[in-house]
C-alpha cells in the first residue's frame, strides 16, 4: 500500500475536461459522479507533515477531503488524483549517438469521484454556465489528506 504524507494540496484555475458525469447511478450504492479538470497553474503543497513510518497510521482513501479556497467543505471525495504529465524535446549535439532530452511543456490534470451531497455547490454553477452558452467556469480546490489522528 503506497504511504502519502498528510498536507494540504492547492489547485486552482481547474477547468472542467473531458467526460463530466452530472448522474451516476448504482442501485444500493451511494450516489457519486467522476470529474476530471485540467489545472491551469502549477500545485502548491502547503503543510505537508512530514512523519516516520507508522504502519498503523497508513491514509487511505477516506482521508481526502475537497474544500474551496475560503474553507467552505466543497465536496465529499473518496477517491482522487493529481498527476502530472512532463513533455520532453530531443536534441542530438553534433558528433554524438546519444540524443538529449529536455523539458518543454508539462500538463496537471486533477480526477476526483465526489460522493453526492449537495448539488447546489458544485454541479449547478456549472450547469448554468452551460445553459447560458458562456462556458466560462475555474475552480479553485484544497485537497486534504489527514491522518486517523487529524494531523
Do not use: H
Request: with cysteine; glycine share 6%; aromatic share 14%.
Amino acid at each position: 500500500m503506497p504511504v502519502a504524507n498528510p498536507g494540504i494540496y492547492i489547485f486552482r484555475k481547474c477547468t472542467p475536461m473531458g467526460n463530466f458525469d452530472i448522474a451516476n447511478v448504482d442501485v444500493n450504492n451511494l450516489f457519486e459522479r467522476g470529474y476530471t479538470f485540467a489545472v491551469n497553474d502549477p500545485p502548491e503543497l502547503q503543510s505537508l507533515i512530514l512523519t516516520t513510518f507508522d504502519p498503523t497510521n497508513l491514509i487511505q482513501g477516506s482521508d481526502g477531503e475537497f474544500y474551496s479556497l475560503d474553507g467552505t467543505r466543497f465536496a465529499e471525495v473518496n477517491r482522487w488524483r493529481s498527476q502530472v504529465t512532463i513533455n520532453t524535446g530531443t536534441y542530438r549535439p553534433g558528433g554524438r549517438k546519444l540524443e538529449w532530452r529536455y523539458v518543454t511543456s508539462y500538463t496537471v490534470d486533477l480526477t476526483f469521484t465526489e460522493t453526492v451531497y449537495s448539488d447546489a455547490r458544485f454541479l449547478k454553477p456549472i450547469l448554468d454556465s452551460l445553459r447560458d452558452n458562456t462556458c466560462q467556469f475555474t475552480f479553485d480546490f484544497q485537497g486534504t489528506i489527514r491522518t486517523k489522528d487529524c494531523t
